[in-house]
């Protein structure tokens, strides 16, 4: 509601008046956090649209269901395990504990790397047993779900790795634990998105 | 997400300005060099795009004449007309180019808050356009789908640029919304972040409002645009029948099954509306601006004006399917899209009006900015108006894949951005140079542009009535199509040729002003938004000096009752404002 | 003050040239009066819209321009003013919306007493199908679409045997009767538009849109296809005939049921070669062709095409230009095949012919010609092989003399300007890109090199 109040200001007849304006800026709220938080809104509506155009397509009538790898379940586990390991990560980097940061996050990037890695044999198993992308488009929707899931996590894993090696550098060190949090926020949100698509998956 | 703590900056200090040619202005991180890099690339691949009009318009026009012009190619020219002209012109020049420049001077900030994202967004952006060119030089050519890239036909053969020509253009597409969701997170970010204090939401210039909304559509937006661009990618690449049903090919069934081509028009649309507005509302806001600073008055129910665009970026995500009325959708769906196009219609007549009644009690200068904004209202009644023929179902029935839709589209997204876009130049020009365009080369700009694209575009509308189908290489014999109408093309193509030379007086008054252009001084139209405000004209790296800004007032102070000047800067505090009753002179300094 | 007159001169050009440019719609042909009365009054919304705006802008312009000493009036906003414009705003969008969606009901909602018919588009033709007698529609597949069952009937649906099957850009229909158009597609977006008969609709392959109406006046209306696509898009046209319920009968009966079609008696191939024998005496005994006698070789070419060309020499659709001294003396050959199965049979022993390559006689620059060909391709086939479905002959081991003087006579319009030769008009439109006599010597030299 207070954004409905703002956009009623009637901005002519106040001139000068500074109280309360400043308020703009949402103290505490830093420019990466908003900067995230839209970036997971574009991701979300990429995500929702495909979503949607999955739902359409199983409409018709060749669509087949796929035997979803078992293996889906422990890699589920696993990056449960990445997204807490994140979020430990983030509880050291709010209490500046630079050498446990350090820590969960290795543990967190490396249960990532294992997910991802997982993900890739089941692909294996899928195109071991036959399911082709070309042959029905549910394979070609599972195939095309999971990578590009996996490359959101990979570009998260980059920017990780960014932030290691900002650890090392004393000038940029101060601003990483910041930068944590918001990576531990992308985890969760990434999880989120996988435990959608994974329920997505397994019921059609 | 590289991010940098905006709020410490100002304390900090160690703007490390770049010193050599190629940090300052290749690998720069500065907005307003990014700016121009994004405006200057826009423009050079909008005139790529241009030269492809003009070869549409010689076989058009003349349809038997020219050897160099097969349906192939001809196929080919409208397609990449489109798509540059949509968005590797429109949406890179007026979020890229004016984003980038407007936004941080506007806010008050030193710059973006991500400023490497910002550069890496230009890259990739050049990157973009350099793969959509490389698709002219592989076998095939580009391809000739149709800008809107339609499946089945724009994968299969029988369409120019089958193989490499589409891989290219989807590619391409992909690149160009990664490098806009990095500009657009900026721009969202810096608006919402880095205002300086004092900027309330309600004290921005329109432009910011416009660009604002407009970023936040286009990051919504083009996701639909990357989800079909995958797919159809995917479709091409390695067959599989997201939106390929079973068809025929070349006399053979293909191996393609069960996709459905509608889908995929669905999800372009639920792009390609927003698209539209994407281009309007920073239209909107920058015309906004201009013509309150020009007629000397506050813009004409501000709020109106902030709730309106607010408004139709919301409306924009749920009229997609006016595109669709006679694609063999569900029939039923037009009841729910006419009624919501319709109703789009009632803000953006509202934006025109107020348009209208700033103009109307002001004091109204006719410069070269002004002039392209009443032109730019002449022509955006005129395309908004034929809107309503094509957002009413049953009236766009007769009317649908005929010039008079090109008609309309160009008159509204074509003509009208392009006069807002030149208005725009004529207003900023001095503060990115420091020197004025040349007013006599504007003036007749201004008239040519204004009066040839009329001449082009208002004939279509009635070709287009009479039944002229779009996307024709060329009309034949017909039992309805009268010779006259064959003539009228031809006047029609002279026109646009016309037209076309126009813009090199415009091109050469950009290089010429440079130099040689009258100096400017910091304010020359006594605007009083915050870029004019700056220490130094060009801004500098950081743009303000030691201090940031702070504001005072909102954006329109203009012809404020009881002070002497016709204008009050933002940043003029309530007690610096000189005050007087009878020694006013409106037009100290104004150029008019 | 110039621009204000600029304004005021582009509102009067505008208004002008709606009540004086010869451009309007054509004249109606079916019961869709209320779609042309809701464009009428959209029209006249907004032209008076349109007028009344820019006239006040105009006035605006000249009245507050800017004066020495004058200053602007001071007013940030007028609610009253803005919410006044709202209303009569949206009493405007009211007034044009609620007629539309009015006529947009009727549009969807076909007439119970309509009848039937199909239209098939395909790159880049237009065929028909009639469901019979029956009233329904068999269904079909295109999985089993080939030369000799183009409309991909299936054989095991009984809906479908009594389905009489338009192999011809030409439909005719009963003029007063409501017919609903369903639209399929064998491979791209096609849109079925008649300009005198306003709706149009999309064909959509894997689905079946629909639209309806009723024709009102008789006459000969052209097809246009109006959703891209591809190359040839431009050249898709067909034509529909309106004429009185006889009229239609007859033409209908001329067209086979899958029933017929599938009844039809094996050719035989002793016949065929019993009257080829007058063939022979200009095309040569083993259909080698003579360029002597200005007989093009027959060998080798497709026999859906051999027999639609001896079809439209024997009615006149061909030969019958007073230019096309060598057609006429085809016509009357082929008015000696006196029905149907003569005419398969002789078709059938054609095809039986060996194949051969027959000299080149006409030289060229092939690379221009190979880049002339790249459209060609797109129906007759990389190799010039001809594609049944495109409709297009094969081209490759044709006479080139042939070849040359079919092009320049599409190209003048001595061939394909007959009314119903559709597929003729097809190439003469696509025979507008060949500017000059060098380019179709250009691209035959091409083609002989395939």
Wanted: proline residues 5%; negative net charge; charged residues 15%.
């Amino acid at each position: 509601m207070s954004l409905l109040r703002k956009i009623s200001a009637k901005p002519w007849e106040h001139a000068g008046e500074l109280e309360g304006l400043h308020g703009a800026f949402t103290p505490g709220q830093s420019a990466g956090r908003t900067g995230l938080y839209m970036f997971l809104a574009v991701v979300t509506s990429f995500f929702l649209l495909f979503m949607v155009t999955y739902y359409t397509r199983m409409q018709f009538p060749d669509w087949e269901m796929l035997a979803d790898p078992k293996i889906l379940w422990a890699n589920t586990a696993v990056l449960i395990l990445a997204s807490l390991a994140l979020q430990l990560a983030s509880n050291a980097a709010k209490k500046h504990e630079f050498s446990r940061m350090r820590n969960w996050l290795l543990a967190g990037g490396i249960l990532t790397l294992v997910f991802i890695g997982g993900q890739w044999v089941a692909w294996e198993q899928l195109v071991a047993s036959g399911y082709y992308a070309r042959s029905n488009p549910a394979n070609a929707f599972f195939y095309l779900f999971t990578g590009l899931h996996a490359l959101h996590l990979a570009g998260g894993i980059w920017f990780m790795a960014l932030l290691g090696f900002r650890l090392n550098q004393p000038n940029r060190r101060e601003q990483v634990p910041s930068s944590v949090t918001l990576c531990a926020t992308y985890w969760h949100y990434l999880l989120l998105v996988w435990l959608v698509l994974f329920t997505l998956l397994l019921r059609t | 997400m590289s991010y940098v703590a905006i709020a410490d900056r100002d304390h900090e200090q160690h703007m490390h300005d770049p010193q050599t040619f190629i940090t300052k202005y290749i690998w720069s991180q500065d907005h307003k060099v990014i700016a121009i890099q994004y405006s200057l690339t826009a423009i050079a691949v909008g005139l790529v795009a241009l030269v492809l009009s003009l070869v549409m318009r010689l076989q058009l026009g003349f349809p038997d004449t020219f050897s160099f012009i097969s349906p192939d190619e001809y196929y080919q020219a409208i397609t990449m007309h489109g798509m540059i002209m949509v968005i590797y012109l429109l949406t890179a020049l007026l979020l890229g180019g004016f984003g980038n420049y407007l936004i941080p001077l506007m806010c008050g900030a030193r710059d973006m808050v991500f400023p490497f994202m910002n550069m890496l967004s230009y890259w990739v952006y050049l990157l973009s356009v350099l793969v959509l060119c490389a698709s002219f030089f592989v076998t095939g050519g580009p391809t000739g789908g149709g800008w809107t890239l339609y499946p089945p036909q724009v994968i299969l053969p029988g369409t120019p640029g089958v193989g490499g020509g589409i891989v290219l253009m989807l590619l391409s597409l992909v690149l160009f919304i990664v490098a806009f969701t990095m500009g657009g997170l900026n721009y969202v970010t810096t608006v919402l972040q880095a205002r300086c204090r004092g900027m309330t939401l309600m004290r921005m210039p329109l432009s910011v409002w416009g660009i604002f909304v407009a970023t936040i559509l286009g990051l919504l937006a083009f996701p639909a645009l990357l989800v079909t661009g995958i797919m159809l990618l995917l479709d091409s690449v390695i067959g599989t029948s997201f939106f390929m049903p079973a068809l025929l090919s070349m006399g053979e069934a293909s191996e393609y099954d069960g996709g459905s081509p509608i889908l995929f028009q669905h999800l372009f649309w639920f792009f390609g509306h927003p698209e539209v507005y994407i281009v309007a509302l920073p239209a909107f806001g920058v015309i906004s601006d201009l013509v309150a600073t020009h007629a000397r008055k506050n813009i004409f129910g501000y709020r109106m004006m902030v709730w309106a665009i607010l408004a139709i970026g919301v409306i924009s995500f749920i009229v997609w399917a006016h595109h669709m009325y006679v694609s063999g959708m569900n029939p039923y769906f037009g009841f729910f899209f006419a009624t919501t196009t319709l109703i789009i219609a009632i803000p953006t007549a509202l934006k025109v009006y107020n348009w209208v009644l700033t103009l109307w009690r002001g004091d109204i200068h006719l410069t070269v900015p002004m002039l392209f904004v009443i032109g730019f209202i002449f022509t955006f009644i005129n395309g908004g108006i034929t809107g309503l023929f094509l957002g009413n179902v049953a009236v766009d029935m007769p009317l649908s894949d005929t010039y008079f839709v090109i008609g309309h589209f160009h008159m509204v997204m074509g003509v009208s951005p392009i006069l807002v876009i030149f208005g725009a130049i004529y207003h900023w020009y001095p503060k990115i140079t420091g020197r004025m365009l040349n007013d006599r080369m504007g003036r007749i700009h201004f008239w040519a542009t204004l009066f040839g694209t009329y001449a082009i575009y208002l004939p279509m509308h009635y070709l287009g009535i009479l039944g002229l189908p779009r996307r024709y290489y060329a009309m034949g014999d017909t039992s309805f199509i009268p010779d006259s109408a064959q003539a009228m093309n031809a006047g029609i193509s002279i026109a646009a040729f016309f037209v076309a030379a126009v813009q090199l007086i415009f091109l050469f008054n950009l290089f010429w002003s440079r130099t040689r252009g009258a100096p400017s001084g910091g304010n020359p139209w006594n605007a009083t938004t915050l870029e004019w405000q700056t220490p130094q004209t060009p801004p500098v790296h950081g743009n303000w000096g030691p201090d940031l800004p702070v504001v005072y007032r909102w954006a329109y102070d203009y012809s404020v009752p009881g002070a002497k000047n016709d204008f009050i800067p933002q940043t003029m505090a309530p007690e610096d404002v000189p005050t007087s009753d009878d020694s006013y002179d409106g037009s100290e300094g104004a150029h008019s | 003050m110039a621009v204000a007159l600029g304004i005021l001169v582009l509102v009067i050009i505008t208004v002008l040239f709606h009540f004086l440019s010869p451009w309007w719609f054509t004249p109606l042909a079916a019961d869709w009066a209320s779609m042309d009365l809701t464009v009428d009054l959209t029209f006249w919304v907004t032209g008076v819209v349109f007028i009344i705006l820019n006239l006040f802008l105009v006035w605006v312009i000249v009245k507050y321009r800017h004066r020495k000493g004058v200053r602007a009036h001071y007013e940030p906003e007028s609610h009253r003013l803005e919410w006044w414009l709202t209303v009569i705003t949206s009493i405007g969008v009211i007034a044009m919306l609620a007629p539309g969606l009015w006529v947009w009901a009727r549009v969807v909602d076909v007439p119970d007493d309509a009848a039937e018919v199909e239209v098939i588009g395909q790159q880049w033709h237009w065929s028909f199908r009639f469901p019979g007698e029956d009233g329904v529609l068999g269904q079909t597949d295109v999985f089993l679409m080939n030369v000799d069952n183009p409309f991909g009937m299936r054989p095991d649906d009984p809906a479908g045997r009594d389905d009489i099957l338009i192999s011809n850009p030409e439909l005719h229909l009963p003029i007063g009767q409501s017919y609903k158009f369903v639209l399929r597609s064998k491979d791209v977006l096609h849109n079925f538009t008649v300009p005198q008969f306003r709706v149009k609709m999309d064909l959509v392959p894997g689905m079946t849109p629909y639209a309806w109406l009723k024709p009102t006046v008789a006459g000969r209306y052209d097809i246009m296809c109006e959703e891209l696509c591809g190359i040839a898009h431009y050249a898709m046209r067909g034509a529909v005939v309106v004429e009185e319920q006889a009229a239609f009968e007859d033409w209908l009966a001329t067209y086979p049921t899958y029933a017929q079609v599938l009844d039809r008696p094996p050719p035989d191939l002793a016949a065929g070669q019993a009257q080829y024998a007058v063939c022979s005496a200009c095309h040569g005994a083993q259909g080698e062709g003579n360029e002597m006698l200005n007989a093009p070789r027959l060998a080798g070419q497709g026999g859906w095409y051999l027999r639609r060309q001896l079809e439209n020499f024997k009615h006149g659709i061909r030969g019958g230009d007073a230019r096309d001294s060598f057609g006429a003396q085809m016509a009357p050959m082929a008015a000696v095949l006196a029905d149907d199965v003569a005419m398969a049979n002789v078709v059938a022993y054609m095809e039986s012919l060996p194949d051969s390559d027959p000299p080149d006689t006409i030289s060229g620059d092939t690379a221009r010609g190979e880049v002339i060909y790249r459209t060609c391709l797109s129906c007759h086939g990389a190799e010039g092989q001809g594609i049944w479905s495109q409709n297009a002959p094969r081209l490759n081991g044709i006479n080139d003399w042939y070849l040359a003087r079919q092009l320049e006579n599409y190209r003048q319009g001595i061939r394909g300007s007959h009314l119903q030769d559709l597929y003729g008009k097809q190439m003469s439109l696509m025979s507008i890109m060949l500017r000059d006599e060098q380019a179709v010597r250009d691209v035959v030299a091409y083609i002989n090199t395939l």
